[in-house]
């Protein structure tokens, strides 16, 4: 009965894609460890790690798509949700690594030793334990969330003016995490990572190990972005977005409803950057620039927002693309992304998948017409 009810909200298209990321988080890893690698269907390693990087990006481009394509937030700062969970997660990593790092410190990390740090400061406590680095790559970003979106949704700023103050925010937290005296790595970050969960982060099995969990995490995310667009809920964010001044009218408080879908949009890119940091090896401030929020932007836009699956299939397409061009042609690929936003803007509004959408909804009413006009026409003949 429940998974009836779930078929229904969701719809046998968000169903089959849900299964098929299920699939490939199986399939892959198989492909990777169970074939010898002269198997022509053999995937290698690197390959593993580089799709699992791809699926991270689809995960963050999904959780702005939420806001952005189903809320109207264009949020300019998203990279800064998913530095914060990558954050979380390095934390957890280079407490793993004890004595086994190049200052053999039991209990501090090789730049405090080098910076001459005499003991761990108190915001690293408790990230030796991988249940704390969890919950804490969701309550960090998610916290983060809700204090900014208390403040801006509460004062009603929107449009424009709002992706300026998200952009501030997460170039703010650039300057701050390259500061030495922050204790978070300064310019260098979090690298050198050994091991997770008692496992060596270079063997192939947790290079798929973390590939299929990517894969079902991002799973998981569309299903429940699906759950909350195909909602009450999600049809009054809808309406938000299209005309917030009559939801306000009709009593809706409509901040709550954005703080609500900001704040679950940040937790998933959170859990994007702490899938994203074992599988790249390094997070450093870097991760914070604008310019890596501007690029979540154009994927969701090439793609398609307000559709779910248009941002996934644009974050691998534009990602698949950037690594293919910065290898042939790296002096031309900023300008292949330049105007490919562009041309998507002026021709595409509605992205790949969007436009696809509309010319399946234009031929299937076309074949409707055709059908009607052919069973009027059979009576006229008989007669």
């Known amino acids: 009965m429940i998974s009836k009810s779930l078929f229904t909200k969701l719809g046998p298209q968000s169903i089959w894609i849900v299964a098929l990321l299920f699939l490939i988080a199986a399939v892959v890893p198989l492909l990777n460890l169970a074939l010898p690698e002269s198997h022509p269907l053999h995937v290698p390693s690197y390959l593993v790690g580089l799709f699992g990087k791809y699926l ?16 109207g937030i264009l949020s300019l700062g998203h990279g800064a949700f998913f530095a914060l969970g990558g954050y979380a997660m390095g934390m957890y990593l280079m407490r793993q690594i004890g004595t086994r790092g190049v200052y053999a410190h039991p209990t501090l990390p090789d730049f405090m030793v080098f910076l001459n740090w005499e003991e761990l400061p108190w915001f690293w406590l408790g990230f030796d334990q991988f249940w704390f680095a ?21 004062s009603r700023v929107t449009g424009v003016y ?20 922050m204790g978070f790595g300064g310019n260098n970050g979090l690298t050198d990572f050994k091991d997770m969960l008692g496992v060596s982060l270079q063997s192939d099995g947790t290079r798929a190990a973390l590939f299929s969990a990517t894969a079902v995490a991002l799973g998981l995310s569309f299903l429940l972005c699906s759950l909350i667009v195909n909602s009450k809920f999600g049809k ?14 009709l009593g809706y408080r409509v901040e709550h409803f954005k703080l609500f879908a900001f704040v679950v949009s940040a937790m998933i890119a959170g859990v994007a950057g702490a899938l ?13 620039a604008p310019a890596n929020s501007i690029e979540v932007v154009i994927w969701t836009a090439v793609g398609g927002r307000g559709t779910l699956f248009g941002p996934i299939f644009g974050a ?7 690594s293919y061009f910065t290898a042939a042609y790296p002096e031309y690929w900023l300008f292949a992304l330049g105007g490919l936003f562009v041309l998507v803007t002026l021709f595409l509004p509605k992205g790949i998948v969007g436009v696809l ?5 234009a031929a299937q009413k076309q074949l409707g017409q055709r059908a009607s006009a052919e069973t009027g026409a059979k009576p006229e003949a008989a007669e």
Request: glycine content about 8%.
């Open 316 to 322: 691998l397409l534009v990602n698949g693309g950037k």
């Open 134 to 154: 969890a919950l804490m790559v969701v309550a960090v970003p998610g916290l983060l969330a809700f204090v900014f979106g208390w403040f801006a949704f509460r």
């Open 56 to 71: 991270c990006y689809a995960m963050l481009a999904l959780a702005l798509d939420l806001v952005w394509g189903y809320c």
């Open 357 to 361: 959408s509309q010319l399946r909804s």
């Open 276 to 288: 994203y940091v074992p599988q790249v090896g390094i997070i450093n401030p870097g991760e914070f």
């Open 236 to 249: 009054l964010l809808v309406a938000i977005r299209d005309a917030e001044s009559r939801a306000r009218f």
């Open 162 to 181: 709002l992706s300026i103050i998200t952009q501030a925010m997460t170039y703010a937290l650039l300057l701050a995490f390259f500061r030495n005296d």
